[in-house]
């Protein structure tokens, strides 16, 4: 959870988790879906993870350990397993969105 919650900080995010079950995290998603919390990510690298991934408003793989499962569902494969690079992808994201 620290790791979430850590790279949540960096890139402006509000709620994180970590360390979560499948099927929570399929519910965490939907929860927050539902709770008008904006748009919803998710970060994943196995096929427990893929539903959850296709629920996402986007989905995150990390690819370099990641189950080709989780990287065909996700909207987005980072292609190492850095997860610091998820707070310059949203930036860069949040960037290119307002040009």
């Given at each position: ?44 690298d196995g096929i ?6 296709a629920r996402a408003d986007i ?41």
């Amino acid at each position: 959870p620290h790791t979430a919650q850590a790279i949540a900080q960096q890139a402006g995010i509000d709620d994180a988790r970590g360390n979560q079950l499948p099927e929570d995290k399929l519910a965490a998603v939907d929860e927050l879906a539902a709770g008008g919390a904006g748009a919803v990510g998710m970060v994943g690298d196995g096929i427990n993870d893929a539903p959850a991934l296709a629920r996402a408003d986007i989905g995150f793989a990390m690819g370099a350990m990641g189950t080709d499962t989780a990287i065909e569902t996700a909207d987005v494969a980072l292609m190492d397993d850095d997860l610091r690079k998820i707070p310059a992808f949203v930036r860069l994201s949040r960037a290119t969105h307002r040009v």
